[in-house]
């Protein structure tokens, strides 16, 4: 199947400080990514889609201010946890699928997850 | 706004026999649901899925059963075995968005 990857898996980092998470697709396009925030034990939480050359759409209750998303290209999207905060520890995800992208476009196709990346802020 | 309710939220089973999970959601124009496996610490991992114009589809141990009037489906594993161990997640999603909302999770152990 097809690959995304999301770097870093893990990073701590002080309170105050921003962080970047990478999601990239490896071996397709995506015009849309997702993201999502996991707590232990809990579901994933849409945050937000990224749309690539334009805005990020957040959920309802997301701070966008406080989680910037760059969809820059058809294979990266980025996520910055800005003035981080130790209740923003948590497990994100991001997510992409092959239909995004694609001409013609497929409307049925299976969403793949990066790795997810850890964040502990102390 | 969109949900989906999952149930149950754990369940253990005796190695061998079956485990369903259940999940209802509420978006009418929901009509593709797959079902992800997450094991500790890694991403999920799309295990089966079903689009709305079929009630059901089986693959090998696994199975999903869709009601779109009841809109609700479920997923039933046989023949359970220790690997078998997860959490589980539904989702629902509109064809052409790609956007999922998951369940809430169930975990599931299978016990030797």
Same mark, same amino acid.
């Given at each position: 199947g097809a690959v995304v990857s999301q770097h870093p898996s893990r990073v701590i980092c002080k309170s105050g400080t921003s962080v970047k998470i990478e999601c990239r697709s490896l071996d397709f396009q995506a015009t849309t990514m997702f993201w999502y925030r996991q707590f232990p034990k809990q579901s994933l939480m849409l945050m937000a889609t990224s749309n690539e050359g334009s805005k990020a759409t957040y959920e309802q209750g997301v701070e966008k201010d406080k989680f910037l998303i760059n969809? =820059?290209?058809?294979?990266l999207s980025t996520l910055t946890v800005t003035s =981080?905060?130790? *209740?923003?520890s948590s497990f994100y995800i991001c997510s992409a699928s *092959? !239909? =995004? !992208?694609?001409v013609p476009r497929r409307v049925y196709t299976e969403a793949f997850f990066g790795q997810g990346t850890r964040l502990t802020v102390v | 706004g969109e949900n989906v309710e999952q149930h149950p939220s754990t369940l253990s089973v005796q190695e061998g026999d079956s485990a369903v999970i259940k999940c209802t959601y509420s #978006? &009418?124009? &929901?009509n593709y649901f797959p079902w992800y496996k997450q094991e500790l610490g890694k991403r999920p991992q799309l295990i089966i899925d079903i689009r709305s114009n079929v009630g059901e589809k089986k693959d090998q141990r696994i199975a999903v059963t869709l009601n779109k009037t009841a809109k609700h489906f479920s997923l039933h594993i046989t %023949?359970?075995?220790? %690997? #078998?161990s997860a959490v589980y997640f539904c989702a629902a999603s509109r064809s052409g968005t790609y956007k999922y909302i998951f369940g809430t999770g169930t975990r599931l152990k299978v016990l030797a």
């Open positions: 969809h =820059a290209s058809l294979t =981080a905060h130790p *209740e923003d *092959e !239909g =995004a !992208g694609t | #978006d &009418s124009a &929901s %023949e359970t075995q220790p %690997e #078998d």
